[in-house]
């Protein structure tokens, strides 16, 4: 029997004035338009460390780590919020 486990990710990122936010059907940022048209998104990765432990590889796809025995990846939360500087 698997156990679940919730993750929670907290970080942040300098972006550039260039990009354009896309806004969700809430109005919370969760993507943003670079100049050329490409999109980018926040995801979930795992990092595997080597076997002798001096490099590690990131796994990015459901498929690979559903091999790793981590399953049903589901998101509630995936947004970015504008920091505010006083």
Do not use: Q
Request: hydrophobic residues 35%.
């Amino acid at each position: 029997m698997n156990k679940i486990y919730n993750f929670n990710v907290s970080g942040g990122f300098d972006i550039s004035d260039k990009f354009e936010e896309v806004l969700s059907c809430t109005g919370e940022v969760y993507a943003f338009k670079l100049p050329d048209g490409r999109s980018v998104k926040l995801s979930v990765a795992l990092e595997v460390e080597s076997k002798n432990g001096r490099s590690f590889k990131y796994i990015i796809s459901e498929a690979e780590m559903s091999k790793l025995g981590f399953e049903c990846l589901d998101y509630t939360d995936s947004s970015f919020e504008e920091v505010i500087l006083c």
